[in-house]
């Protein structure tokens, strides 16, 4: 049922340069998270840090109990086994087929027979598409190709939590849509524990339970979809309308006076509000991507799929509202 993963805290620097300081966030088990952030603010730095490849050099990484920014090699080495992650460059040994770099994992961490490996390696490689690939070197196929079968090899360890590294870059609009949808039915069927990072703004619109945004080495926000989409936090806003206009500048922050010109400019053509209302992040809550048909939903998921029906119909009754009572004004107007 996923593991949840509590972190406190967290500071990293490398030298001189701190990375991000004070970092505390709760990934709640079996939910999807999404951590966005400007290009260089240490996304990847923290997904290492999860995992225990890089240490902080304050804070903790609490993950059942145990703190996987202190652990010696030999306990870190069997709490790995907990994770499934995908980095940023795919990370596949070149030299290898496609299955063997699937089965390493598998080969590393246990000690099943050949047929057992065989067995799950096609089952993964079946679930993200790559039947038939199974012999093809990583420099032989696509960009695509090459993130879906680091995705395979980031699943066969049946992983209670999984990290993905910009799983979306480089793929087409398309593909990006499979792969949200993957994710989703993913989560649906293994009820694992996700963080995914990305800069893709739709799918972190409408795949996750929570977000977070890293942003001058803070964490500037992490919380539910729906606070997010309707914050009034300048930063948040800009970064989820890809807008130029805001605090986050092109190489180094912008000066204190242009930021408050350009959101009054901003601010003057835009309705803000509470929840519901639009808030700094332009379009608002967007319907949430649910399981494939056919995939059998666990009662968290039966929930979700519930409250999108309810807000879809709140939707669709304020809509019919709106426009009898402009029919009704226009009406009266004629009077
Ligand atoms: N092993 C390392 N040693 C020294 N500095 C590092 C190391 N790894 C990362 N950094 C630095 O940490 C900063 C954050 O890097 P990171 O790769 O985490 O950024 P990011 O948010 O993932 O960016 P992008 O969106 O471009 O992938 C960068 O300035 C990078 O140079
Ligand atoms: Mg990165």
């Keep these: 049922m996923g593991v949840e993963i509590r972190v406190e805290g967290l500071t990293k620097s490398f030298g001189h340069q701190v990375i991000w300081q004070d970092v505390s966030l709760t990934l709640p088990a079996g939910e999807i998270s999404v951590m966005l952030g400007p290009s260089g603010t240490g996304k990847s730095v923290f997904l290492k840090t999860l995992v225990g490849l890089l240490r902080p050099d304050r804070g903790s990484v609490l993950i059942q109990g145990q703190d996987v920014s202190r652990l010696r090699e030999h306990a870190l080495y069997e709490i790995r086994k907990l994770f499934g992650v995908l980095f940023q460059d795919g990370a596949l040994f070149g030299s290898m087929s496609l299955y063997d770099n699937i089965a390493f994992p598998l080969r590393e961490h246990t000690r099943k027979p050949e047929s057992e490996i ?14 038939g690939a199974e012999g093809k070197l990583p420099g032989e196929i696509s960009g695509g190709m090459r993130k879906r079968a680091g995705l395979a090899r980031a699943l066969v360890l049946d992983p209670e939590i999984i990290l993905f590294d910009e799983p979306d870059s480089g793929l087409d609009p398309v593909r990006v849509a499979y792969l949200n949808q993957l994710i989703v039915d993913l989560n649906a069927q293994i009820d694992a524990t996700f963080l995914i990072v990305t800069h893709d703004i739709a799918s972190a619109r409408q795949v996750p339970d929570n977000i977070g945004l890293l942003f001058r080495r803070e964490l500037v926000m992490f919380g539910p979809r729906e606070q ?37 400019e901003l601010d003057a053509g835009r309705h803000t509000g509470p929840r519901g209302g639009k808030g700094a992040s332009g379009e608002g809550v967007v319907p949430r991507l649910l399981p494939s048909p056919g995939i059998t939903r666990s009662p968290r998921w039966q929930a979700i799929a519930e409250r999108e029906e309810m807000a879809a119909l709140r939707a669709r009754v304020a809509d019919h509202a709106r426009s009898r009572r402009s029919a009704r004004d226009a009406a009266e107007e004629v009077d």
């Design 228 to 264: 997010l989409l309707t914050s009034d936090e300048p930063v948040v806003g800009q970064f989820l309308n890809g807008r130029m206009q805001g605090p986050i500048g092109m190489a180094e922050e912008k000066d204190a006076a242009q930021v408050e010109q350009e959101l009054a």
């Design 118 to 131: 065989r067995r799950i390696v096609l089952e993964k490689m079946d679930m993200v598409g790559l039947i």
